[in-house]
């Protein structure tokens, strides 16, 4: 039975807003009497919820992020490579997807082409998909394709597997945790409203307002509201998006609480980004990013959501936190699938559509027990916590082929969309995990130890309804985690031994002598050492990390062919990262990674010890900002990103050249009636390069192909 979500959270939180801005007017209109308000000075941090961890110098990353079921930790505490991107640089950079957030950070590249309805990630080599974002640590509730960065207070970054804070993610990624944090009120009141412009000519607006109510403040709200249309910058292609988002929070002396609720929709007209999949060695210029290969295509997206949170803080060495929320996300059209297949060296290709119609409804939920005590010198904080992760996933879809060049693509006829999508899987991660960090010597060492026994339960199914499939497996994972602070906390060195898990391959290669055998999940093994340095306005994290994957191969051949989950991939590589302030009025954020990865382990040993799939041994990305001298209010910024060449295929016969983009922008703040404005302008590849960017996956020679040229500019004022 399909799952149709329609949550009343959401739909009190949307008829919150227009009831919210009227009751700020009316605020306003009423100061124009007798009485007077007192001027608001609203900061860049005004905003900030106070219980998550304070921005640092510069205000475009935060000093620390959440680590799972542990809760927020400072980065210097944390035994992890992290970083917690702020709303500021949101709003700063004027992103309008994740994707546009995590551009600033050198360990993640992207495995979609620019442009197109799914964004997924991949970090530190290993894929992290659009379903793979969490929600407060919470997998299953994050927005599905475009993820809209209106309501979110903090991205944050943890990378590597990481299994035992997280749990199992509904598609496996091992590469790391995107966790997003919603937006709270903060304590001052907040009214911003924004409208901008994108190329080729989308138009949008987005209200932001936050407000917090009670004698001690205990109550707020926080809605956020987003439209845009209009053309983008592929030719003919046309875009519209709606987003609105309802927060409420309650925190009391021992209770905090939240509900949140989101609508998001995104459709398009005319066209949609091409994935590039190459028939040859010789590899074909990359075509000009605004070439329309799908000119016919059209598709919506539209996910719905609530989330509902609690903490229970019994004493000081006590406390309970528990969650539970609702999403469901369903698709039409020609959204993903629209690849230029066989592609050979003149450009020449065979296109395929893939016209779909489904739904994915998740339910997640989470409960654990915090206890904070000490034995002898020892302090502890034990966690406990559960969590469940139900799926349900419904899809058909109708396939047609068409010749055409990349340079000089026709107009395809598109193929129907399905008439129903029937359900085609049910899937539950569920899990237990014990936690136990220990403090030493006035917390100069942390030594974190667990365990999570990870459960995974999938049943598919057919068009008519039987099974197909059934799989019911379970694992346990360790992790050990490290932090030394010899000479003060303003040098941290730390290591980590951790698993990420992957549901186990299926063998549905009918010829095969062990057809229809399901292996046990993956278990992907991260060790990690490196060292973090604070040097007051600026920090520095250098790490060293290996990160092997198990992968499903073939042995023997015919009448003797298996297949084993005994492959591996492997990846070494080292990272640096910076931010913060390098004087008073200059801001730097980036970084630097140098990979090797590699096919440890393949079929027959055929590409043993050959370059693993879309592994570029240098990635980086550097960015600064600069507070100009000579007009106030004035800042400048420029950014530069680059990647190696890559292999597309494990036999290391077709290889992409390596790319860089420079990106520059402007912003003037100043006051308009007595009201905080701000003006921005940035222009994403400034030179309008046409480049491959990446590798769309390990298996096949896919390519992805760079944005290009954007130039975006807001107006945004506070009332």
Known sequence: MMLRMTPVALAVGMATLPQFVWAQAMADEGSRGETVLAPVNITATADTPTDLPKPYAGGQVATGARLGALGNLEVMNTPFNVTSYTAELIQDQQAHTLADVLANDPSVRFTTSSGHMYENFRVRGFDVSASDLAINGMFGLAPIGHTPVE???????????????????????????????????????????????????????????????????????????????GDTTLDGQSKKREFYSSALDYRGESLTASLDAYHSKESFRGGTPAMFWFATPSIPKAPDPSTNQFKTGYGELESNAFVLRADYEFNEHLSAFGGFGMMNHDYSGFINGTHARQIDASG?????????????????????????????????????????????????????????????????????????????????????????????????????????????????????GAVTARYDKSVVTPAVGLVVKPWGPALSLYANYVQGLSKGDTVTDTSAANYGHVFAPYKTEQKEIGAKWD???????????????????????????????????????????????????????????????????????????????????????????????????????????????????????????GWSQ???????????????????????????????????????????????RTLTASATMEF
């Open 662 to 708: 420079f990106d520059v922008g402007a912003r003037y703040a100043t006051r308009l009636d007595g009201r905080k404005l701000v003006l921005r302008a940035n222009v994403v590849n400034l030179f309008d390069r046409h480049y491959y960017a990446g590798s769309f996956s390990d298996s096949t020679p896919i390519a992805t192909l760079g944005q290009g």
């Open 348 to 464: 020449n290709y065979t296109g395929r559509m893939v016209g779909q119609l489904g739904y994915s409804n998740f339910v997640s939920s989470e409960a654990g027990v915090r206890s904070r005590f000490a034995t002898g010198g020892v302090k502890h904080e034990l966690v406990v916590q559960a969590s469940n992760l139900k799926e349900e996933d419904g899809s058909a879809n109708n396939q047609s082929t068409f010749a055409s060049n990349i340079y000089n693509p026709i107009t395809p006829v598109m193929v129907a969309l399905p008439r129903s999508a029937p359900k085609t899987a049910d899937s539950t991660l569920s899990s237990l995990a014990l936690v136990d960090t220990l403090s030493f010597a006035d917390d100069a060492v942390r030594l974190t130890l667990g365990l999570r026994n990870q459960s995974v339960k999938t049943t598919n199914f057919n068009a008519t």
């Open 151 to 229: 309501y979110i207070e903090r991205v944050e970054v943890l990378k590597g597997p990481s299994a035992l804070f997280s749990g199992m993610a509904p598609s496996g990624g091992v590469g790391g945790v995107i966790n997003l944090v919603p937006k709270r009120a903060g304590d001052d009141p907040l009214l911003r409203v924004s409208t901008g412009f994108q190329s080729d000519s989308q138009l949008g607006t987005s209200i932001d307002a936050g407000r917090r109510f009670g004698e001690q403040r205990q109550w707020g709200v926080r809605v956020n509201g987003a439209l845009s249309n």
């Open 535 to 657: 040097a007051g306005t600026f920090t520095h994290t250098l790490s060293l990390y290996q990160i092997a994957k198990p992968m499903m191969v073939s042995t023997g051949s015919l009448p003797s062919l298996t297949y084993t989950d005994e492959g591996e991939k492997r990846v070494r590589g080292v990272e640096w990262n910076t931010f913060g302030e390098v004087t008073r009025n200059v801001r730097v954020l980036g970084g630097v990674t140098y990979g090797q990865g590699v096919q440890t382990k393949t079929a027959g040993d055929l590409n043993n010890g050959k370059v693993a799939v879309g592994a570029p041994r240098w990635q980086g990305n550097i960015g600064t900002e600069w507070d100009t001298p000579w007009l106030s209010g004035v800042t400048l910024s420029a950014r530069v990103q680059a990647s190696g060449s890559q292999y597309l295929d494990s036999a290391n016969t077709q290889q992409i050249a």
